[in-house]
């Protein structure tokens, strides 16, 4: 206890020390403080000999694994080894034969690129979906233990982590979702849900910008389940942190209204970070970050706190000498029994904790027979209730034609009501992204039932917390809102959601030039095509109120049934409703708003483009036999039977595309396109669609050009530059 | 002073009060202090009733303007205004008669929907761009006062700014250019380069996570030029920032290494934000931080301290209350001529300031011919010397081939030292992206003359940083690097690059599923077509160490010509040196590799792909007349003259594209399509590219199909899916 008590010493004599005038001294105080102490502690190591053992069992399982690939990154996994151990042999209750159980804790690797520390655990723990001959398959095709982790190859993997920041992000997520659920369900001597969620970060997680954001957010919310480890070895791929990173990352979070702790050794004062975890769980009304100063690659006598072993392999001589100076003795891939014996040990511990949960649930349904089926169908079968859809919105031509961000507003209150595990937010945009749900309140500290999520300017934060909130597998459908232009901010997320399949729904509002006065750096060109282009993203752009029902039902189907994300963009401005537009329509992706039995002319829109190609229609199109399309998802209507594409827009008929975007990826559906291929402006909506000429009059005439024999991109907008 | 004492007590009343235990409770009470203070110094206002007219001025034209266009964010100009008042009646040095003198200060609307207030300050101090005609025009077609500041618009402004956090990241690039300005040039006696650089930023911008990147190097690097007040108005769109936003911003920018100070009344105290400018200079190691506790939409009786008053005009009967309420009485769009002498006569001190200025530069150029021979070339004409470009490596087929991203290695290093105004790095990618400029050191804290930039792992203040740097207008040529897959996290600010015509050089490699083990969180499929639908952007994917050479030519030439961006992808992997290939092809956009006068197949590529087309001639497409074409840049090809594109290119040849990425676009350029259009997997870089089809016998057997009539993709990897 001696290293820790020395830590616990440093973070009260920082805090005494601390002034406001002097805060670069004070700082590298600190840091000589902590490498005496590490040196220091090296010797009054605090780890037995069994757990230095199981430590150093992970420790060569990705020495040997990296060597074996070639490729990896070692010295995270060396240096996190302890806390690894910690979590996966003594803390964490889950249960290898049953990875899904609803209560278990929650472990993310924040810092992915140190997959081969969670793979170890996964192996040694007992997880039959990475045996010693995956790990031998380290990063090797088709096998279960990639470059990163990633929860749709590897059973017991929660999130797919490697893009850095997004983990601990998502672990924000994770215990967020705890926090409503245990509000939600728990009941006197019956808390269903009631577990950690744990991640490791390292320095470039807490470099990036999109953990301010979710730390910042987690300390508002008071997650005290969170417990960060965030891993301080000094290092990253440049050199050493003083390079470009000497910001006082403990007082940082701090001012986010985390606990910090701080244990000076990592490396072997199993003792200090136990007895930091305690303290971590014993503060219930903040998340607590632990600050562990390790030496990355520890244990390798040449290459330790350097950054060649961030991310090469030690080579077989440096492996050797690694166990020569950890005075390990056994061979490659080899995992002493008694290793195997502590961490199983625990895993069955972790079976029985669930057993006893089971015993608990049993209880449960029968005093709370109401909440205990709806958890059941819920959060444990992840099932939809029968007619959830039906009370969305239904339109006809007659009704006064609105904003779909508004028509969106009316589908996400009839869900609320329809579904309690239907919950989400915007970033700081909720009264112009319309997304409030009116039947519950907000999601704050003291109040984790409610469902209103707060997320202040976070974009990318509350994607990766929204994606974590689908992937924790307990049914709870997210979604998360902002301006169209703005998904830019959250992009890598969005990718990520559709990567990692997470039923997470974008809702994002304003989404063409038709904003208006904000100008060219809120006006969305290129924006919703681009995300046309991420594989295994579903993007609906709806032309009305029915279509908009559609988009909602389509998006909650996904996330709940395929846990697959949908993403939205909704108009600022008013829309007639469409003849033909319906909840079943809108699910094929494109339909006929104008029917014609043998077209000669066919126009093709998303969105708010649609009525304008109706209009076209009377304006220079009279008498012509033209069919009017709307569609509001290319994805969905790719996977259509092909006579029903084939029979909706014959290739054979000249077809014109009309959307107020890039043209881009048009040549698809369309021979002639109308589009956007320049910024826009500041003006009026109204303004700007008129003199980019998204008009039926210009839409009229590029039909007629069309039909004498033109292709190609017919308008792009440039007509209106100066 | 009474308000600042009490701000200044105030602050040192909090840093006592600080204790590591109970934050929540420390800022509880110092809310309340504020409050407190802020209704006092209404009392107690310290400004002189010129100064009052003088601000007001500024109020009532956000006022009116808004309520003309009907449009707009009146609540932060009314805030903001005492600070607008100060640095344009008082603190800055700039002319408006040459709003481009190199050693202006520098101003910064971080929170770019208040940029009425700009305008107003514009206008008061007598800049041409914005007469009262133009203020009249606010947010309408073709005016010079767009809905967010743009620089590419209205004279006077540096920087366009309004996606939140942009701007303050823009701050921190302008101080750095600064910095190493004045460490390069600056003689005694002769400070070339010595100015500061303003900003203003508010709630969101302090939220974003690319203010945490941008603040956190500011802080680093110990830049005590630059003087950033937050707009502390505790309101956001969605209400009052308690509901998701209580982090101790103060405590947090501490952490960074800036100085803070606190302004409780920011509303009428002008003595003490004087008071704080003056303390912000006299700390010349670090950033400050001036935390201003402000009322949104201060003086209106119905509206201030509330968010109707955030993005809403006032409407006709409130602008009269608050007329009544500051006393105002003068009409729409009336400035008291007493208001407008006191602006024009400081701008009339700038002018003097620049003559000065101008008399030293004299002197510089006698004293110091050849840097001032440099500085006039490199920063005031802003031209490339002659010959800059020999430098740029040449090679044949017979040099060894290798990867892309050495080969930019090369092309850097020629440039760093034909170009001293060429500098930047990478996101602590340094030894993967190769950027390192082996004939200078590091950009820090210190070595402020050197060019290598650190700029953590923080890839959207980077790119932000960079895009000021160019737009600094001291002919800087600025260039960042990370992953191909990273771009997503600065995408808003390459956005904004093609946008403001910043002329940064987006330097990114492992730029396919080549990258291999790391797997698909870091294999680019969509990135880079996502990129070219960017407006204005350039998008160059070389194909050997020629097209590198050609892509930094253009790239250099397009920043320093044009002040616009280029995006640039490199591989990870060794590639051959093709025939053909040189500077002036690459220029061209695309050009044939392997030549056939009359074609009866075309295989177009970029990249890694190229010489897989030249291989697949070889294998199953002996004895047919194939033309192969690289095509470095689609937006360069373009550009070329008709004759030139269709000659390469003719419609009617089959014409198959092959491109590592999704199939999106190439519609333009080709008939069928090799690509990849699902997500990569985690194994070594050419096993990816064998099973997903990157192969010369692939590539072959799908030109065989496009010979035999086939059409549209066909191959996009997904048969390498199980």
């Given at each position: 206890m001696a290293a820790m008590s020395a830590g616990i010493a440093g973070a009260a004599l920082a805090a005494g020390a601390f002034s406001r005038s002097q805060p670069v001294k004070r700082q590298g105080k600190a840091k000589a403080v902590q490498l005496e102490a590490v040196r220091e502690s090296v010797v009054n190591?605090?780890?037995?000999a069994l757990e230095t053992e199981c430590i150093n069992s992970i420790r060569f399982l990705a020495v040997d694994a990296i060597n074996k690939s070639?490729?990896?990154?070692p010295g995270a996994p060396m240096g996190q080894a302890p806390i690894g151990y910690l979590l996966f042999a003594e803390e964490m209750n889950y249960n290898p034969e049953d990875s899904?159980?609803?209560?278990r804790d929650r472990f993310v690797l924040?810092?992915?690129?140190?997959c081969m520390l969670q793979y170890s655990l996964l192996h040694l723990a007992g997880y039959?979906?990475?045996s010693i001959d995956d790990i031998k398959q380290f990063?090797?095709?088709?096998?279960?233990?990639?470059g990163h982790p990633e929860n749709f190859e590897t059973d017991g993997i929660e999130v797919t982590t490697g893009p850095l920041g997004m983990g601990i992000s998502n672990a924000v997520g994770l215990a967020a979702a705890e926090a409503h659920l245990a509000a939600v369900y728990n009941k006197p001597g019956m808390p269903l849900i009631d577990h950690y969620c744990y991640t490791i970060a390292g320095d470039g997680c807490m470099q990036e910008g999109i953990t301010h954001e979710s730390a910042s957010l987690a300390g508002h919310l008071g997650l005290g389940k969170l417990i960060a480890f965030y891993d301080?070895?000094?290092?990253t791929i440049d050199g050493h942190t003083d390079l470009s990173f000497t910001e006082d990352v403990g007082m940082r979070f701090e001012a986010y209204g985390w606990q910090v702790l701080t244990v000076?050794?990592?490396?072997?004062?199993v003792a200090g970070l136990r007895d930091a975890i305690k303290q971590a769980k014993a503060c219930t009304d903040k998340p607590t970050l632990i600050k562990v100063k390790t030496i990355i690659?520890?244990?390798?006598?040449?290459?330790?706190?350097?950054?060649?072993?961030?991310?090469a392999a030690l080579g077989k001589d440096e492996a050797d000498a690694t166990r020569g100076q950890l005075g390990w003795k056994y061979g490659e891939f080899e995992v002493p029994q008694q290793a195997y014996d502590v961490f199983r040990g625990h895993a069955a511990k972790g079976a029985s904790k669930q057993a006893e949960w089971e015993k608990m649930w049993a209880e449960y349904q029968q005093k709370e027979p109401e909440l205990a089926a709806q958890f059941k169908r819920?959060?444990?079968?992840r099932k939809l209730p029968d007619?959830?859809?039906?009370?969305l919105p239904k339109l006809t031509p007659e009704d006064k034609g609105k904003a779909t961000r508004l028509h969106s507003h009316d589908c996400i209150n009839a869900l609320a009501s329809a579904l309690p595990e239907f919950m989400g937010g915007s970033a700081d945009l909720a009264p112009s992204?319309?997304?409030?749900?009116?039947?519950t309140g907000n999601f704050l500290k003291g109040s984790y039932?409610?469902?209103?999520?707060?997320?202040?300017?976070?974009e990318f934060g509350m994607a990766a917390m929204c994606n974590a909130m689908s992937l924790d597998k307990t049914g709870i459908i997210p979604y998360c809102a902002t301006?169209?232009?703005?998904s830019d901010y959250m992009r890598s997320a969005i990718r990520m959601a559709a990567l990692s399949q997470a039923g997470t729904i974008f809702v994002t509002t304003h989404?063409?030039?038709?904003?208006?006065?904000?100008?060219p750096t809120h006006q969305p060109i290129e924006t919703i095509p681009s995300l046309r282009m991420i594989p295994d993203l579903t993007v609906m752009r709806p032309a009305d109120g029915n279509e908009t029902a559609g988009a909602y039902k389509y998006a909650v189907l996904r996330s709940k049934n395929e846990s697959r994300p949908t993403f939205m963009a909704f108009t600022r401005q008013a829309l007639p409703n469409l003849t033909n537009s319906t909840v079943e329509n809108t699910m094929k992706g494109a339909y006929a708003v104008i029917e014609c039995a043998d077209p000669e002319l066919i126009l093709v829109a998303t969105g708010s483009e649609v009525h304008v190609c109706v209009n076209a229609l009377k304006e220079g199109l009279a008498g012509k036999k033209v069919r009017v399309v709307s569609m509001p998802s290319w994805e969905v209507f790719r996977e259509q039977p092909a006579s029903y594409k084939s029979g909706l827009l014959p290739k054979s008929v000249p077809t014109l595309s009309v959307e107020?975007?890039?043209?881009?990826?048009?040549d698809e559906w369309a021979h002639g396109h109308v589009g956007m291929n320049v910024f826009g402006a500041s003006a009026p909506g109204q303004t700007c669609l008129d003199n980019f000429g998204f008009t039926a009059a210009n839409v009229a005439s590029c039909a007629q050009r069309l039909l004498a024999g033109e292709r190609g991109v017919l308008s792009d907008g440039s007509q209106a530059k100066h």
């Open positions: 190591n605090t780890a037995t070639n490729s990896g990154h899904k159980w609803v209560n924040s810092s992915g690129h140190g039959k979906s990475v990063r090797q095709w088709g096998s279960k233990t990639p301080d070895n000094g290092i000076l050794d990592g490396n072997s004062d690659g520890f244990g390798s006598p040449n290459k330790a706190d350097t950054h060649d072993i961030h991310g819920a959060c444990m079968d007619g959830w859809a039906d009370s992204n319309m997304t409030l749900m009116k039947c039932a409610e469902r209103n999520f707060r997320f202040g300017i976070r301006f169209t232009i703005f989404d063409s030039i038709a904003v208006g006065e904000d100008g107020a975007a890039v043209t881009w990826g048009w």
